[in-house]
């Protein structure tokens, strides 16, 4: 069995290749190159032609996503929610004195995207405490309302189950150029421990339950007052992040899960076959 992730350098003849000396061969790719047009087209010229030609095809659930897959000539769809890694995404231990530099009360952890910005200046001018890690926030036209918040540094191995541990609320923004009604932040902030507030969609109030296990909002004036309510009340916002954590157990929101699941579904396609 062959497992390609992402794909978006393996065309038809690479595939072919794979294919000779493997039984059974899946993609798993994250991003969203189904969409017609997909948002990153010349990226995913390659990868489209080829899909079709695995026996599973494995992507993250949005809207339309099957019949967009289906009509690429994909057999096999298999939809799924973003996961986090059992490893990677751990809360973390600090050791005397070291959370002291990555305390806050709310953090987001992301790239700057338009409209991104004019969300966080909100945030940023209710007074919240609030830091910002992520590429390319400094070319935001906003950039004079949020340069408080904005840490120049990116979060790479363990320092973003840091700095997602040492915050007291952790934010979920979405892509919409990538259609996200959920992201990877989805799963990870519940599995490091941390209270998670996100946009409020199908998708997170299939994953949560709203109020119990997650707080979510429909505009940043929401997220502000949702952010203030997690940080007046430490019973309340402990008792939700260790149930959000629970619940993504429940979920299978993890790695090991999701390949779990990727292996037994493309055998039973290979043993059909």
Same mark, same amino acid.
């Given at each position: 069995m062959a497992v390609v992730d992402s794909g978006d350098v393996i065309g038809p003849r690479a595939l072919s290749f794979i294919r000779s000396v493997a039984r059974v061969s899946c993609n798993y790719n994250a991003d969203n190159p189904y969409?017609?047009?997909?948002?990153?087209?010349?990226?995913?010229?390659?990868?489209?032609?080829?899909a079709k030609l695995h026996d599973l095809v494995v992507?993250?659930?949005?809207?339309?996503?099957?019949?967009?897959?289906?009509?690429?000539?994909?057999?096999h769809p298999m939809l799924i929610w973003q996961c986090a890694d059992e490893i990677e995404h751990q809360p973390y231990a600090f050791e005397d004195g070291e959370k002291d530099e990555w305390a806050c009360?709310?953090?987001? !952890?992301?790239?700057?995207?338009?409209? *991104? +910005?004019?969300?966080?200046?909100?945030?940023?001018?209710?007074?919240?405490?609030?830091?910002?890690?992520?590429?390319r926030w400094d070319r935001s036209p906003n950039f004079h309302r949020i340069k408080s918040a904005v840490q120049f540094k990116f979060l790479k191995d363990?320092?973003?189950?840091?700095?997602i541990s040492a915050a007291k609320v952790a934010l979920v923004m979405l892509n919409d150029r990538n259609f996200d009604l959920h992201t990877t932040r989805s799963a990870e902030i519940p599995a490091i421990g941390t209270?998670?507030? !996100?946009?409020?969609?199908?998708?997170? *109030? +299939?994953?949560y339950d709203e109020g119990e296990e997650i707080l979510l909002f429909d505009d940043a004036q929401e997220c502000i007052a949702q952010c203030r309510r997690l940080l007046a009340d430490d019973e309340f916002r402990a008792r939700m992040a260790r149930k959000a954590k629970e619940r993504s157990v429940r979920n299978r929101t993890y790695n090991e899960f999701l390949m779990q699941d990727i292996v037994e579904r493309a055998l039973e396609i290979g043993r059909r076959r």
């Open positions: 969409h017609d047009p997909p948002p990153e087209r010349r990226r995913w010229s390659m990868h489209r032609r080829a992507a993250v659930k949005r809207d339309k996503l099957d019949e967009q897959m289906r009509a690429l000539g994909i057999r009360d709310v953090i987001f !952890a992301g790239a700057w995207m338009p409209g *991104r +910005d004019a969300f966080m200046a909100e945030l940023v001018e209710a007074g919240l405490d609030i830091r910002i890690y992520g590429n363990r320092d973003y189950a840091k700095a209270a998670m507030c !996100a946009p409020r969609t199908s998708h997170h *109030r +299939d994953m």
